[in-house]
């Protein structure tokens, strides 16, 4: 049944996407304005929890009726925008498809408890931490700023049954050891240091189950999961020891999808299901095995990989025979004010345990010149790319 459901809302997503967002760099003055469309529609109920530390508004919508409460947060880390749009095809989806099975199921059985971008000033420069530079995954304690004390007074008014704790993870992780990168990896956070399994954890796992069996439909091997080793300060560690089965959702990279729109869609069809899935009472028969088998995610990823180049690095030295790890960076040019794209050579050596998100060209044996480059120094991409693309 869920997998039948699964494939229906994949192969539907273009007729119910939030086709208005265009771009994965918005700020909340943009998302309030794809809020709007909604709230003319009382498809939710809106309750402001706080303020950030620049004073913007943090709210919560609520959705559906239901005894479960199921609370969704995002971008807790501004600079991680997938699930916030995924959050948005998701409301469409409620209030294009009224009579669908998935919404009626989903609104009656659960109240859905969406906090959208949880770090608005990070998000206003997307970058990961909030305007008092603080990470808010590592303010589950000391609760010094704002928006963690908005997220942890939410936990304790509400007392979620389910939360998803929804972010996006550095595009280069591999699963395990397969030279797949990572689409999306998932984690049940431990609640203690010997990661023991308590009713609370153990449901989470069971959602992660389901959710790893969807998106196996859809992406075969490209699911990883985090170590699961405690973290005594984060949020996810700790909303699941206060009693919320909690899932961590991280949406990783994919070729040729900058903006990462696949993975938003794999994100709204992955989180859709599991919601039904809660509903329904589906996933309380779902085999943790299926988790615990998930391979964990390994930083064994470039963005280009160039391998068996011949490489004379100087006069000195003999050459050598190499493969080359290449990723792109972008920085605002402070004199112009543009956003540009550098190469960073990464690494230079045996990759072969490695795998390449863009692009993995074999240079079978070329002499490259790359001039008297030197590990991690930024090349404007133009330099390297076209060599790349040229191979
Ligand atoms: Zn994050």
Not at 76 to 103: Q, R, V, W, Y
Not at 127 to 138: H, K, S
Request: charged content about 25%; glycine content about 6%; overall charge negative.
């Amino acid at each position: 049944m869920l997998s039948s459901l699964s494939r229906e809302i994949f192969d539907l997503y273009d007729s119910y996407k939030a086709e208005y967002i265009t771009t994965c760099r918005f700020t909340q003055s943009e998302m309030l304005v794809w809020l709007d469309r909604f709230e003319e529609r009382h498809i939710f109920e809106k309750s402001i929890l706080g303020l950030s530390a620049e004073g913007r508004e943090i709210a919560l919508y609520k959705l559906g009726s239901g005894p479960v409460k199921v609370m969704l947060w995002t971008q807790m880390h501004g600079d991680e925008p997938t699930a916030t749009m995924s959050l948005f095809d998701i409301f469409n989806f409620f209030s294009k498809k009224t009579e669908h099975i998935i919404t009626t199921t989903i609104l009656e059985k659960l109240t859905l408890l969406a906090i959208p971008m949880l770090n608005p000033d990070g998000a206003e420069c997307f970058i990961r931490r909030n305007a008092q530079m603080i990470d808010l995954n590592r303010d589950a304690l000391a609760l010094v700023t704002p928006e963690a004390r908005i997220l942890k007074s939410a936990c304790e008014k509400y007392r979620p049954d389910f939360g998803f704790n929804l972010h996006d993870q550095e595009p280069h992780y591999t699963v395990g050891t397969t030279r797949n990168i990572t689409a999306v990896a998932l984690l049940a956070p431990a609640i203690d240091e010997s990661r023991s399994d308590n009713h609370v954890r153990l449901r989470a796992k069971k959602v992660a189950s389901v959710l790893a069996q969807v998106l196996e439909l859809f992406i075969p091997g490209k699911t990883a999961k985090w170590d699961d080793t405690f973290c005594p300060n984060a949020f996810g560690d700790n909303i699941q020891k206060w009693g919320t089965s909690t899932v961590l959702v991280e949406s990783g990279g994919w070729r040729g999808d900058p903006e990462k729109f696949f993975i938003r869609k794999l994100n709204c069809v992955g989180l859709l299901a599991a919601l039904y899935a809660i509903a329904a009472d589906e996933y309380s028969n779902a085999d943790t095995a299926i988790y615990d088998r998930i391979p964990v995610n390994m930083e064994l990823g470039f963005d280009y990989i160039i391998r068996n180049a011949v490489l004379g690095t100087n006069a000195a030295a003999d050459p050598v025979r190499v493969d080359i790890g290449v990723n792109t960076e972008k920085h605002i040019n402070t004199s112009t004010g543009r956003l540009e794209e550098y190469a960073v050579i990464a690494d230079v050596g045996d990759l072969s345990r490695f795998a390449a998100l863009e692009k993995d060209v074999d240079a079978a044996g070329t002499e490259l010149n790359l001039g008297s480059f030197e590990l991690e120094r930024s090349f404007a991409a133009e330099k390297i790319l076209p060599l790349i693309n040229r191979m």
